[in-house]
């Protein structure tokens, strides 16, 4: 696998106060890596950072030419308001390929077969002309996926996905996830579900402003971090 990011003692922070550490990791290609810490460790500090929205104010990050090429998409926490967002299911996917339009005004033949191949990747060109609203939350985080699946080819960020969610649902996404990664994109997911997670991401990336950990499930469970989330500490 090749590094599609590479931090090298990155810090991130606002306003003369950093919030993720020395951090030095790779994001390796078609790796499911998951990220987990304390409410305040720096894990959303460290999801700006590698989308670009934050600059490090330490270290180097650099960006794969491919994934320059590609883009990532990022699914964000979901707000009430953005559930009861009045749409169709084609308004909402196809908005992720806003990016590719370029200068145009309008969405070309090429974003909308991008929008069409997303959607029948997540199962849901069913719901084309749906209200995003009337969905139950599973169906909205598939249409959010194809989203930002039309945003980007590679690898896909995600922000405490389940959240919401009721137990088939979240199970549905987390095969939804597993195919995906099989298929090659690149997951980065920052969640609290750290048991599920647990027996399915390739690595886990403990943070609390440093790295706690870095590695392999099973090895993250032989740890005093890996024992406490995995025992139902409160986290």
């Known amino acids: 696998m090749s590094a599609l990011i590479t931090c090298s003692h990155v810090d991130f922070g606002y306003e003369n106060q950093d919030a993720v550490i020395d951090l030095t990791m790779d994001v390796e290609e078609g790796e499911y890596l998951c990220v987990v810490g304390a409410n305040g460790s720096g894990k959303s500090t460290l999801v700006k950072g590698l989308l670009g929205l934050l600059k490090p104010t330490g270290g180097s990050l650099v960006v794969s030419e491919e994934l320059k090429k590609t883009g990532i998409g990022y699914l964000p926490q979901q707000t009430v308001a953005q559930k009861d967002f009045p749409a169709t299911v084609w308004e909402v996917v196809l908005s992720g390929a806003l990016g590719r339009s370029g200068n145009r005004p309008f969405y070309g033949k090429m974003e909308k077969e991008t929008a069409i191949a997303a959607m029948e990747k997540l199962g849901i060109c069913q719901l084309r002309q749906r209200c995003y609203r009337e969905l139950s939350g599973g169906q909205q985080q598939r249409v ?82 890996g024992r406490r989330f995995l025992g139902g500490e409160s986290i």
């Open 144 to 225: 959010l996926i194809a989203r930002a699946l039309c945003a980007a080819r590679k690898m896909l960020i995600l922000d405490e996905p389940v959240t919401g969610l009721d137990p088939s649902a979240i199970q549905d996404f987390y095969s939804l996830i597993r195919r995906l990664n099989r298929e090659g994109v690149t997951i980065f997911m920052v969640t609290h579900d750290v048991a599920n997670v647990a027996g399915q991401a390739d690595r886990i990336l403990h943070l609390q402003q440093k790295i706690l950990f870095l590695g392999p499930p099973e090895e993250y469970k032989k740890t005093p971090e």
